[in-house]
């Protein structure tokens, strides 16, 4: 394995690692405590009175485009792109990861508990962690990124990350869903992006790679930076206006789904900055470059010999002028 190669992969496996400890994490503070139930609870009662506003309206026509129908479609548009590029490994693990993501999800949702834990507000008997419309909105965006050119990964992260994000939003504005439900599908997502990662990485799949133009560069560290601007706005606004009944609490928990969406795009970024996902494992082209003809004349009059198409010759004597050569055979 190249230390580039070993570099990714350790990067992979600490942010994955980080991922899944952030999961229990944000499970037991917004799910088993009282403050975490209390924040959520406003902004469930906030998203039930501005459930038939234009904003909820809009909101439940988004997540009612993400059906088994698009899923299907995007899995298959993830293995398409793989194909087209002659990347099929990409387009393997693009699928994979949309279809662990939403598994998982689903199992958690049927698995983990959520108790009730004060003694007034706004009750809900469903367990909506992790939030599945989230998940399947995340798994596509990584996988799409994943099996996109190096050139294009700056566009396919920003418009897909777009998308993502009004699901996130759209779910928590809905009141489909609690603000720490999209979270916990984005780390989900993110663990599966990273196992994804340190697959080719230790496969050695991975090569390093720059952008050709200053322009490029640019372009890609300003769309690194206005994530990271979005990310530490999102939760500044989630952290001031937390725990306010009405629709303050509706923009604290619409904050925290923005917050989670452009910190995945902003670790995408980050995970795979520099880092082309398209080269050709180790070996895969020595067979290309083996000769095809023995080297030496002297072995190639043998093999052909061999072969029955010419015998070998006789070695030559040289002789000196003026003398006549030796008979050496009957005559």
Request: with cysteine; net charge positive.
């Amino acid at each position: 394995m190249t230390p580039l190669a070993a570099g990714v992969r350790r990067r992979a496996l600490i942010i994955g690692g980080l991922a899944a400890t952030l999961l229990v994490a944000v499970y037991v503070l917004a799910v088993w405590t009282s403050a975490g139930q209390r924040f959520e609870d406003a902004v469930l009662k906030a998203a039930t009175l501005a459930a038939g506003s234009p904003d909820g309206l809009r909101a439940a026509r988004t997540l009612h485009t993400i059906t088994n129908a698009s899923l299907a479609g995007a899995v298959i548009a993830v293995l398409a792109i793989g194909l087209l590029r002659r990347k099929l490994v990409l387009g393997f693990l693009g699928a994979g990861v949309i279809a662990a993501s939403v598994v998982t999800v689903e199992i958690l949702q049927r698995s983990v508990l959520r108790p009730v834990l004060l003694a007034t507000g706004n009750r809900r008997e469903d367990q909506s962690f992790p939030s599945g419309h989230t998940a399947i909105a995340m798994s596509v965006m990584c996988a799409l990124v994943l099996v996109a050119p190096y050139r294009g990964r700056g566009a396919a992260v920003f418009l897909t990350s777009l998308w993502a994000a009004s699901v996130g939003v759209a779910a928590v504005t809905a009141d489909w869903h609690r603000p720490s439900d999209t979270i916990g599908s984005d780390l989900v997502v993110v663990i599966y992006t990273c196992t994804a990662v340190a697959v080719l990485a230790w496969s050695g799949r991975v090569s390093e790679v720059t952008l050709p133009t200053t322009a490029g560069r640019a372009a890609r560290g300003l769309l690194a930076g206005v994530y990271g601007v979005t990310t530490l706005l999102a939760f500044g606004v989630a952290v001031v206006v937390r725990g306010v009944v009405g629709g303050p609490a509706l923009t604290a928990g619409r904050a925290v789904a923005l917050f989670g969406s452009a910190a995945v795009a902003l670790t995408l970024l980050g995970l795979l900055g520099r880092v082309d996902l398209s080269a050709p494992p180790p070996g895969a082209g020595s067979g290309a470059t083996a000769p095809t003809w023995p080297r030496s004349p002297l072995a190639r009059r043998t093999s052909c010999g061999t072969a029955g198409t010419e015998s070998p010759r006789p070695p030559q004597t040289t002789v000196p002028s003026g003398r006549r050569p030796v008979q050496t055979g009957p005559g």
